[in-house]
């Protein structure tokens, strides 16, 4: 991959349009009676439309046999070398939920969880707390929890989820996690990662303590397990690097945080799949590049529920049409990991893409499943490497030098 | 990749002789009516041949979705990450017409160009102006163009174009192009690039202002363009890191130029292909590496003809049975990049290869095609790995480690 730097003189501005759909998860596994995955199984008749008239493949987004989170997953489809611009999940939450975070702010992802008598972990979830109760904790804590010299604020997410964020005067992000990511155990002291984070360790480890203290009768929410301390990046973003002017369409907070960070403009997506597609077309003449988050896929796939799965793909296969209806010069169809609902969970298994474009060099490939792109003329190809070839086919790059 | 270092460890000397075969342009894209790409259109049994008895594959030579220029295309054939080893314009066009470059010298390319009454760009090459005209422009500069401890020489190119060499104390290549790349602009000032530029900045723009004047009564070509400022790169060599002797058979100076950087002596190569197939034969005894270049096929992409393409394929696949005749050990036969007819310009689609060697591990491959390449044994591979694998295959590398 050529760099930023590179990047930078070959990118230019046209009136082309790129749009990128991740159905998330979207790569799956055979099932055992029918030996189809959950793609191959579901209905796609734009899909494969799409597949035979463009060029397809798979991809990987961080290297093979890793299993992508969805905030490197979703850098590398962004153009970035996941591995080289890593993301904390205390700032993608953060940023996912319109969280101002400064330059110089700490940020963590928390949950409410379940701590028996002898203080060890039995939910780390604390039974899926409704969102109203999170609400109500946070607010507890806002009022309460005090430490000299930081400011501490609490800002309730779905469910159990919180992000908590620490601002003052040099704070550093180099702090282990306080969840031990089993139940069983009791949660971790904050430790300081290198020499630098020594106060800040000392300032998160009082707030655990006056939290505990504060929630003791709040079973099952009698303790916080904090986890991704991090700060707000500097990433070189889409519109500095590719000249684009790009817009994200999510109805997820984590996506939107992700799209932020690259420089996107976040717009209102509404709740459900047809409302995202009505944002595409309301916005469609203002932005040069749209990325459109599809969550349904990974979804279902965590459930483990292959049919609903394969369900799921023939939604988002029913909306294409109204896509192509827009006219976009480049459009490109993936996941930014695979949710087989084999495993129940994301997994390492390569993705199916499809770049759609008038000048694709298009392959022999008919299906938009994961043998059939096997086959594509994409080959096996790193998620980030996308990016260049949408800005190629979309004709926005020069030539590489003389 | 390995390591240049490593690569000089491994390479050793042998009799086998390897010949590289670049098609410039040579990917393409399908016809609207046909669906077949200039590649599959041609009638090519000879490098189907090749392709039946060979391993194929599709290459890029910078990344995937980057186009590449003439010059990092053949670096990366000659086995060199061509971001690592970046060519300015200058040096590619000064090396190419036999122009000597000092270490400390910088040369330029230079368009004569016509500027109108308001000083801005009418024309970038002043009407493709007869070579002959260039010249007599050149001796113009040459005898009248003055500047205090520094020497300036001015040589003639085909049509509008020239080289200016820059010979003096403590010159930088760290100057910005004059050349603004688009009509209706004002020639720019060559700018610094950093503050080690500031005095050959000022030399330039000092020849500037003299040709200005000079030029003033010759329009079309009233005003002169200078971009790829740059100095004579020290890169490693073909004898130094493959202890290879390596020789250049191409008609074009650019191509010649880049051979010359890399180490290849420089063979006399007419102008015609059959011309090219007489020095191969003559020189066969005299070297154990050949990279004959041919340029119809990108030329042919470049005006838009894809019949002429098709044709110029039928031309070089016409003479591929007198190249075998001499008996290489391995052929390679490849193209620096693509140029399909349908874009008229260089691109970044991938370029078919073929390998051609007793041990290479023929795969299913009977057709040299794009779509068929694609399901060669060499995949889709980055264009500096085929060098080692040329040389693989002349047996010409030791095993690594132990």
């Known amino acids: 991959m050529i760099s ?63 299993t992508p989170g969805s905030a490197p997953g979703h850098m590398a489809l962004f153009g970035y070398d996941p591995v080289a611009y890593g993301l904390g999940r205390g700032i993608v939450e953060a940023l996912g939920l319109d969280i101002e975070v400064n330059p110089g ?61 620490f601002r003052g005067e040099g704070l550093s992000e180099k702090v282990g996690d306080t969840d031990p990511q089993h139940e069983g155990m009791e949660p971790l002291e904050a430790r300081p990662l290198d020499e630098t984070a020594d106060a800040t360790a000392a300032v998160i480890n009082d707030v655990i303590t006056q939290t505990r203290q504060l929630l003791a009768g709040k079973h099952p929410a009698n303790m916080v397990l904090l986890r991704g301390f991090s700060q707000h990046p500097d990433f070189p973003s889409l519109p500095d690097v590719f000249h684009l002017t790009p817009a994200c369409i999510a109805t ?66 029913a909306v294409l049409p109204s896509i192509l209806t827009l006219k976009p010069d480049v459009l490109l169809v993936t996941g930014d990991h695979s949710t087989p609902a084999a495993l129940a969970m994301h997994s390492w298994h390569t993705v199916p893409v499809v770049l759609w474009a008038k000048y694709c060099r298009k392959d022999e490939v008919t299906e938009f499943t994961e043998p059939a792109c096997l086959r594509g003329g994409l080959g096996q190809i790193h998620a980030a490497e996308l990016m260049s070839l949408a800005m190629a086919n979309a004709l926005k790059l020069n030539k590489y030098g003389a």
């Open 252 to 317: 997820y907070p984590m996506y939107r945080g992700v799209a932020r960070v690259v420089g996107m403009d976040i717009l209102p997506a509404g709740e459900s799949l047809q409302d995202q597609i009505e944002t595409l077309t309301e916005y469609w003449d203002s932005y040069d590049y749209f990325f459109l988050h599809y969550k349904k896929t990974d979804a279902r796939g965590e459930d483990g529920d292959f049919a609903a799965k394969a369900q799921a793909v023939e939604e988002f296969d």
């Open 4 to 66: 930023f730097d590179e990047m930078r003189k070959l990118a230019h501005v046209t009136p082309s349009k790129i749009v990128l759909l991740v159905m998330d998860g979207l790569g799956g596994l055979p099932d055992d009676q029918s030996g189809k995955t959950e793609l191959e199984t579901a209905r796609r008749p734009n899909l494969d439309q799409l597949a035979t008239e463009g060029i397809c493949g798979l991809a990987y987004t961080v290297s093979p046999g890793i």
């Open 105 to 165: 702010d700490v940020v963590a992802r928390g949950n409410f969880c379940t701590v028996d008598d002898n203080g060890r972990i039995s939910d780390r979830r604390a039974g899926r707390l409704p969102t109203e109760t999170t609400r109500d904790l946070c607010a507890l804590l806002n009022d309460n929890v005090r430490v000299a010299g930081t400011e501490i604020s609490f800002f309730p997410g779905k469910e159990h989820r919180f992000v908590v964020r």
